[in-house]
T-cell receptor, first 115, second 117 residues
Framework: AQTVTQSQPEMSVQEAETVTLSCTYDTSENNYYLFWYKQPPSRQMILVIRQEAYKQQNATENRFSVNFQKAAKSFSLKISDSQLGDTAMYFCAFMKQTGANNLFFGTGTRLTVIP | GAVVSQHPSWVICKSGTSVKIECRSLDFQATTMFWYRQFPKQSLMLMATSNEGSKATYEQGVEKDKFLINHASLTLSTLTVTSAHPEDSSFYIC?????????????FGPGTRLTVL
């Protein structure tokens, strides 16, 4: 079974500053994907960033980057130059590469960007 | 990008009635769709996997007779909450992987808020 843990229920950051959200996971799979999703008040799930486990290079999408440590099963999200629109729930998620393609979600971190 | 729609976006019903929620993939075919439930301030929990042309697969603890899933076509899956009760009030979200993409990227519907009175 796969489990995803987010140990920070709530975080806050000043606008323009940098914040890191933590995520750890447990799996016996060797090939998988990891994701960070954003859920704003509209509740539409929005993909922020994706990492393939077989890639050693950390994924980057503009102001968003990850620190993927496969051996430690850690997958943190760094948001640089935080903007007010980044205020949302952030979910870390795991998906096996083969077989069932459902996502396993962490409990989420509520991020508030303070003006 | 790929789009998944859900209908209705919100519904209020009386206890004991049944409610049907539709999930459609608008610009790709989805042989599989996933149904999640999200209680307030909680995470998304997988309820079931909807398979086109075959029976749905339910997660442990989810009553298949209460949450009927039908995947009638490659673009439509429906979730029917039968004999709804107040404890079924929740936010229901569907997702569909686009197997035409290398990583089977999933696309989420906007969700359906169900309130049972």
């Amino acid at each position: 079974a796969q489990t995803v843990t987010q140990s920070q229920p709530e975080m806050s950051v000043q606008e323009a500053e940098t914040v890191t959200l933590s995520c750890t996971y447990d799996t016996s799979e060797n090939n998988y994907y990891l994701f960070w999703y954003k859920q704003p008040p509209s509740r539409q799930m929005i993909l922020v960033i994706r990492q393939e486990a077989y890639k050693q290079q950390n994924a980057t999408e503009n102001r968003f980057s990850v620190n993927f440590q496969k051996a430690a099963k850690s997958f943190s999200l760094k948001i640089s130059d935080s903007q007010l629109g980044d205020t949302a729930m952030y979910f870390c998620a795991f998906m096996k590469q083969t077989g069932a393609n459902n996502l396993f979600f962490g409990t989420g971190t509520r991020l508030t960007v303070i003006p | 990008g790929a789009v998944v729609s859900q209908h209705p976006s919100w519904v209020i019903c009386k206890s004991g009635t049944s409610v049907k929620i539709e999930c459609r993939s608008l610009d790709f075919q989805a042989t599989t769709m996933f149904w999640y439930r999200q209680f307030p301030k909680q995470s998304l929990m997988l309820m079931a996997t909807s398979n086109e042309g075959s029976k749905a697969t339910y997660e442990q603890g989810v009553e298949k007779d209460k949450f009927l899933i039908n995947h009638a076509s490659l673009t439509l899956s429906t979730l029917t909450v039968t004999s709804a009760h107040p404890e079924d009030s929740s936010f229901y979200i569907c997702s569909a992987p686009n197997r035409g993409l290398e990583n089977n990227e999933q696309f989420f519907g906007p969700g359906t808020r169900l309130t049972v009175l």
